[in-house]
């Protein structure tokens, strides 16, 4: 069965660095996204994306968050300047339709640790 | 926007019973309410959606109704094993709009 996969599984990086988290959706899916879940909290939407733009985004992707589809098979999130807070489980997830109420199915995640 | 309450926070049960997990959500214009199970460092995974014009939908073990009036829908577990001790989220999103808005998760232990 295919699934979303991401790298890097852990990523550490200093305070102030940039870092790109990446991600490779279902093949044939069409929406893409991007979720963070802070440890021990509740799983929190980032971003939507469809034909090469956003379509969604939450209050927590201000102009330090920024997404990507930069081939046919990845699709990135940077975050330009990482702050403490930052640090949580990053989710990429995708869905075949356009329709919100179809299946996301979320990949192993990143966990970013920021020092 | 959305805003989504899940209740309780922690449930434990033991092994055989029924576990029932709630949320509530504000918007009335939500109408898919999926349930992910995310067991422990690992990915949330879909294990059962409905959507505003079903009012229950069941899955073996697991059923989920939803009461549109009052704006909730619950998760129902029967006969519980301890391999479905996990964090259970509630989501709800509308038609058109691919922000998905999740609970804060229920933390479910089931004991042998």
């Known amino acids: 069965e295919p699934e979303v996969t991401q790298t890097p599984s852990h990523q550490v990086t200093q305070m102030g660095q940039e870092v790109i988290l990446r991600c490779v959706p279902i093949s044939n899916h069409l929406y893409f996204y991007w979720y963070r879940q802070i440890l021990g909290q509740k799983v929190e939407f980032l971003v939507s994306f469809y034909n090469n733009e956003i379509s969604e985004k939450s209050e927590i992707f201000d102009d330090q968050f920024s997404v990507e589809r930069p081939d046919g098979s990845n699709f990135t999130l940077k975050i330009r300047s990482t702050k403490l807070e930052d640090s949580a489980m990053y989710f990429c997830?995708?869905?075949?339709?356009?329709?919100?109420?179809?299946?996301?199915?979320f990949g192993p995640g990143t966990r970013l640790t920021v020092l | 926007g959305e805003n989504v309450e899940q209740h309780p926070s922690t449930l434990s049960v033991q092994e055989g019973d029924s576990a029932v997990i709630k949320c509530t959500y504000s918007?009335?214009?939500?109408?898919?309410f999926p349930w992910y199970k995310q067991e422990l460092g690992k990915r949330p995974q879909l294990i059962i959606d409905?959507?505003?014009?079903?009012g229950e939908k069941k899955d073996q073990r697991i059923a989920v109704t939803l009461n549109k009036t009052a704006k909730h829908f619950s998760l129902h577990i029967t006969e519980t094993q301890p391999e479905d001790s996990a964090v259970y989220f509630c989501?709800?999103?509308?038609?058109?709009?691919?922000?998905?808005?999740f609970g804060a998760g229920t933390r479910l232990t089931v004991k042998p």
């Open positions: 918007d009335s214009a939500s109408n898919y």
């Open positions: 409905i959507r505003s014009n079903v």
């Open positions: 989501a709800a999103s509308k038609a058109n709009n691919n922000d998905m808005r």
């Open positions: 997830a995708s869905s075949s339709s356009g329709r919100a109420n179809n299946e996301q199915f």
